[in-house]
T-cell receptor, first 115, second 116 residues
Framework: GESVGLHLPTLSVQEGDNSIINCAYSNSASDYFIWYKQESGKGPQFIIDIRSNMDKRQGQRVTVLLNKTVKHLSLQIAATQPGDSAVYFCAEKRRSGAGSYQLTFGKGTKLSVIP | EAQVTQNPRYLITVTGKKLTVTCSQNMNHEYMSWYRQDPGLGLRQIYYSMNVEVTDKGDVPEGYKVSRKEKRNFPLILESPSPNQTSLYFC???????????????FGPGTRLTVT
């Protein structure tokens, strides 16, 4: 079946280094992807999104890259800070019926920043 | 302030006792959905609604009901809760851009439900 998955469940990085979180997707028809950050005890928070007609999108300290050839999505965080420690989820939008859409989430990657 | 609110935030109940978790958003979003989050399983969609009076089953709808009578509210109903419905529940909303959504979703703070 269709799925969104993550390569690594945990990632530890040194403060100030760049972080890269990866995500593989299998639905080639997906046209929209989102990255979320979830801090302990809180709901997921939107970070950045990208549509399938783009390869790259940049935000503040974050960049999302989309490689449709290999169905791969990545989130890059520049100059990682302790406040970036959280679980990160990728999600893809998929059609689930006539005029109906769902978001399917990956299982998440836990990012730990070492001071 | 733009937000999604859920109530209650914490609930402990017993098997079979009907309960409702409320969800409300003040952003005039068309799309609303409910997710449950369990360790190792990530976020799984229970039900979603593309607009008022339009609801659809998500990936794990068994044991749940929803309604969408107003744009801002999307309650989750457990008619006869069971222990396997013990979980962390999130409501979310987003604009739908003419029916092509969801797009950027805003999540509520979560409701931690324990069914004994």
């Amino acid at each position: 079946g269709e799925s969104v998955g993550l390569h690594l469940p945990t990632l530890s990085v040194q403060e100030g280094d760049n972080s890269i979180i990866n995500c593989a997707y299998s639905n080639s028809a997906s046209d929209y992807f989102i990255w979320y950050k979830q801090e302990s005890g809180k709901g997921p928070q939107f970070i950045i999104d990208i549509r399938s007609n783009m390869d790259k999108r940049q935000g503040q300290r974050v960049t999302v890259l989309l490689n449709k050839t290999v169905k791969h999505l990545s989130l890059q965080i520049a100059a990682t800070q302790p406040g970036d420690s959280a679980v990160y989820f990728c999600a893809e939008k998929r059609r689930s019926g006539a005029g109906s859409y769902q978001l399917t989430f990956g299982k998440g990657t836990k990012l730990s920043v070492i001071p | 302030e733009a937000q999604v609110t859920q109530n209650p935030r914490y609930l402990i109940t017993v098997t079979g006792k009907k309960l409702t978790v409320t969800c409300s958003q003040n952003m005039n979003h068309e799309y609303m959905s409910w997710y449950r989050q369990d360790p190792g399983l990530g976020l799984r969609q229970i039900y979603y609604s593309m607009n008022v009076e339009v609801t659809d089953k998500g990936d794990v709808p068994e044991g749940y009901k929803v309604s969408r009578k107003e744009k801002r509210n999307f309650p989750l109903i457990l008619e006869s809760p069971s222990p396997n419905q013990t979980s962390l529940y999130f409501c979310a909303s987003s604009f739908s851009a003419g029916g092509g959504g969801p797009y950027e979703q805003y999540f509520g703070p979560g409701t931690r439900l324990t069914v004994t």
